[in-house]
């Protein structure tokens, strides 16, 4: 019984920083098969966004809306690789273009999956937004009615 302890000693430090490890990963987002096809499916919507309004009536994906929440926790740039560049930066004070693929730390990055039939008018549709807090990784990612 004595000699067991010291085994006990040495696997309950190492139980404990394998959970704590788990529970700081974050979000729900794991590379399965699920996870693939949700994005897969994101990415097609996106494709399907007509690039010109002006022939098109105004258009809302029929993706807009579905639950992306299994989603949280996914490293900003698993995201752009899926999805392609975000269309827009955005934080509490500014709007700007990515300069490359990614937004600047700073500033979380949107997709639109809407086009209005009027070129001139900005906003009002569904927007996903990685809400990333200056992190490598979306804390939530969740949909927004830009205006």
Same mark, same amino acid.
């Given at each position: ?18 959970? %704590? !490890?788990?529970?700081?990963? &974050? ?6 098969? /699920? ?5 897969? @499916? ?36 698993? %995201? !752009?690789?899926?999805?392609? &560049? ?6 509490? /004070? ?5 300069? @490359? ?47």
């Amino acid at each position: 019984m004595i000699s067991s302890y010291p085994d006990f000693q040495f696997a309950a430090p190492v139980a404990v920083a394998a959970f %704590l !490890i788990a529970c700081a990963t &974050p979000g729900n987002y794991r590379n399965d098969a /699920t996870h693939k096809e949700l994005l897969q @499916k994101l990415r097609q919507c996106l494709v399907e966004v007509p690039i010109s309004g002006e022939r098109h009536k105004d258009f809302v994906s029929p993706c807009a809306g579905m639950d992306v929440s299994s989603l949280n926790g996914i490293a900003r740039s698993r %995201l !752009i690789d899926a999805l392609g &560049p975000a269309r827009f930066c955005i934080s509490q /004070t500014e709007t700007n273009f990515p300069e @490359k693929d990614d937004c600047p730390a700073d500033q979380n990055p949107l997709w639109s999956f809407y086009r209005l039939a009027d070129p001139m008018t900005m906003g009002g549709g569904p927007e996903l937004v990685c809400v990333a807090n200056k992190s490598t990784h979306c804390l939530t990612l969740e949909w927004q009615r830009s205006k």
